[in-house]
């Protein structure tokens, strides 16, 4: 029995990732769920998400940042699970793990943490990292990062180097065949439009895609500029309109439509919310952009590769390890200004040729090195190196 521990109160990258995968790992896995007393509708999401896949899921309440009750619950659990394996994703699921196991003697399992982004937090959540990151990582067996800045970030803050590995984000997507994307392109953006009038028709604009929670790490808010720039651009001369399509929710939301509002982009930026679908619709955009501060290697831009939908990018986090070169996808410095990013992304998106390459190649990538199968390749090679455990 391998167990996978959470701390979710949204259905996201690491529990999109990982929950379905972990159906082809070959071994019976259960799924426990840290649940914040204060979200109570919002906990319960990812375990309804989790429990559609047939696990064994259980749900430990946590009242606070530190809970001693929740650390003997969920030790009770554990012992009641007996795992050979616990495996705790990000800093309050490890945490809650540490403390569990030294609740008590006679503690079973060898634990695992995956660290699902290090490169960039700020305020308390990066005050939470350090403490996550040198007090109690290097507590655990096994610590898997995301991408290799990552990687070095926790080597050079103290955890053993002979204990940290890179674990690559995969998924699977229905591929999107080149014959098949113009297609698939007109009936998502269709479908979108029935839910959204103010669309412009499929074929009368350049589809843009954000997909990612409206938080401030995101950098909507340059999203918008560079769009605001398109627009003058296309006023002066003779082509289509850009617009941006910013599926998600989050706490910038209003800030955001002000911005938009101000810029006067409501007819080119449109706030589409949350979506359970998206994640096969990545075929309706010319592009998605992350224009994010900080990133690991999200689960949407992996997405986006299955439906040969091309990615524009910051430099930033494990980006790098996913876009590796100018044929897979464009990169833009995250200290550029928004005119310089707006410069750029502009010359990209007039060469539809090679948008059309560029996508093609990155759907090459993704399939051979990012999916499923590649994910819980090295998984089960991590798992292997943790004999005597039981």
């Not at 701390?7 to 649940?35: C, D, H, Q, R, Y």
């Not at 610590?143 to 926790?154: A, G, I, W």
């Not at 204990?163 to 392109?185: M, Q, W, Y």
């Not at 900080?294 to 590769?305: F, S």
Request: a positive charge; one cysteine or more.
């Amino acid at each position: 029995m391998i167990t996978h521990i959470f701390n979710s109160s949204i259905v996201s990258g690491p529990e999109m990732l990982v929950i379905p995968a972990l159906k082809k790992l070959g071994e019976a896995v259960s799924i426990i769920f840290l649940t914040e007393t204060r979200l109570p509708t919002e906990s319960a999401r990812p375990i309804e998400y989790a429990m559609k896949f047939g696990y064994d899921v259980y749900s430990v309440p946590v009242n606070g940042r530190w809970d001693k009750t929740a650390f003997l619950e969920l030790r009770n659990v554990l012992d009641k699970i007996s795992p050979r394996i616990i495996h705790a994703h990000d800093v309050k699921a490890s945490l809650y793990l540490q403390q569990a196991k030294r609740v008590r003697p006679g503690f079973k399992g060898a634990i695992v943490s995956t660290h699902h982004g290090a490169s960039y937090r700020k305020g308390k959540i990066r005050l939470y990292e350090e403490i996550y990151v040198r007090f109690v990582l290097p507590s655990f067996d096994k610590v898997l990062c995301v991408c290799e800045l990552d990687r070095k970030s926790v080597i050079h803050r103290g955890v053993p180097e002979g204990k940290v590995s890179i674990h690559l984000n995969g998924t699977d997507r229905p591929r999107v065949l080149p014959e098949d994307r113009n297609a698939s392109a007109a009936t998502i953006r269709k479908s979108w439009k029935e839910k959204m009038p103010e669309l412009p028709d499929t074929d009368a604009a350049v589809f843009l895609g954000a997909v990612a929670r409206l938080s401030p790490e995101k950098r909507h808010d340059r999203m918008l500029k560079v769009v605001a720039s398109f627009k003058k651009r296309e006023e002066s001369g003779h082509c289509k309109k850009t617009v941006l399509l910013c599926f998600g929710e989050g706490p910038e939301e209003q800030k955001l439509r002000q911005l938009a509002r101000t810029l006067q982009l409501e007819d080119r930026v449109f706030f589409m919310g949350y979506s359970n679908t998206i994640s096969d619709e990545m075929a309706g955009f010319d592009a998605l952009l992350c224009l994010s501060d900080g990133e690991g290697i999200p689960i949407n831009l992996l997405e986006a590769g299955w439906a040969a939908t091309p990615v524009i990018s910051t430099r930033v986090g494990g980006i790098p390890d996913l876009i590796n070169s100018n044929e897979a996808g464009f990169l833009v410095e995250k200290k550029a200004s928004d005119e310089s990013i707006a410069e750029q992304m502009w010359n990209m998106l007039q060469n539809t040729k090679q948008l059309t390459s560029v996508g093609q190649a990155y759907q090459k990538r993704v399939m051979e090195f990012f999916s499923h199968d590649a994910w819980l390749k090295k998984l089960n090679e991590v798992y292997a190196t943790l004999p005597g455990k039981i």
